[in-house]
């Protein structure tokens, strides 16, 4: 199978992100949002992004322009069709919202295209009764998904061979490094991050050293680009709680606990980077 045309349900940061690589490699990009803010800057974002690489002389001004008119945006699903390849959903982590969005696609596209998840945690198997289970898929990409090279291709209980094959191929032709992966809870990347960074928060919550000081141990002692702290504020804290939970419920196994001061501060309000607020103040 072909892929040509691609729907990207859920324009927040990482559906306009897998949008614009998408886009600046000649797919036909449906993004598709139900909040008319979120997908008009949505559209502000990716311009601002191909800006950057345009500056940093990465693409041409002429690749930037195509990139953005291989985009339409809508805010519902009725403008999609049986001609959508893939359907890729990227709204926000919880499992009724996705298995009701995969429902309504599942209606619209029919018995041909490939329908993928971009969920960090929840079960590509669960989630695949929603639509085709040999035709679903997870690929998970890493945040931000311009830059990042990782996609995590998960493997439901049914994903077909040639489901798989399709998407890999698919991922190696935008230029991203793509890496199977079997259907358990945080998968990969986040079954080794999610404790790392819920551990972190155990150290700042039991008064083992400042927040500063966790972040500087991780940088200068384990080479790591960000402290595990400003981290969790980057990815958003209720986005690591939403993940952690999964695990532990995945899992009964109480290493995967969240700590209670990430449970308060989400709580609280306080999730990181795009609140203003969370380990750290921005």
């Known amino acids: 199978m072909q892929i040509k045309n691609i729907a990207v349900a859920g324009a927040g940061t990482m559906g306009n992100g897998i949008a614009h690589v998408f886009a600046l490699f000649g797919y036909k990009v449906f993004l598709i949002d139900q909040n008319e803010t979120i997908l ?45 390849d893939l359907f890729l959903e990227a709204v926000s982590e919880n ?33 695949s009764t929603a639509s085709f289970p040999e035709r679903f898929i997870g690929m998970h990409f890493m945040n931000p998904a311009p830059v990042m090279r990782l996609v995590e291709l998960i493997r439901g209980y049914s994903t077909s061979d040639s489901t798989y094959e399709t998407i890999k191929e698919l991922a190696l032709s935008i230029q991203k490094e793509p890496v199977e992966v079997y259907d358990y809870p945080g998968f990969i990347a986040n079954r080794i991050l999610m404790p790392m960074i ?19 141990v991780m940088k200068l002692g384990m080479n790591h680009p960000m402290g595990p702290l400003a981290l969790a504020d980057y990815i958003g804290l209720d986005i690591c709680l939403s ?40």
């Open 243 to 282: 993940i952690i939970e999964v695990m532990y419920n995945g899992f009964k196994d109480p290493k995967y606990r969240p700590c209670p001061l990430l449970v308060k501060m989400v709580n609280a309000g306080k999730l990181g980077r795009k609140s203003g607020e969370g380990f750290y103040k921005y």
């Open 198 to 216: 819920n551990e972190a928060i155990f150290a700042l919550f039991e008064g083992v050293a400042k927040k500063e000081e966790i972040d500087t």
């Open 40 to 84: 008009k800057n949505a559209v502000k974002v990716i311009e601002q992004n191909l800006d950057r690489q345009v500056k940093k002389e990465t693409i041409t001004a002429v690749m930037k322009e195509s990139a953005l008119a291989n985009i339409s945006v809508y805010l519902n699903l009725k403008h999609i069709n049986s001609e959508i």
């Open 95 to 127: 499992k009724q919202t996705k298995t009701a969005l995969l429902q309504q696609a599942k209606e619209i596209i029919g018995e041909k295209g490939i329908f993928a998840s971009n969920t960090s945690s929840i079960s590509i198997t669960e989630l």
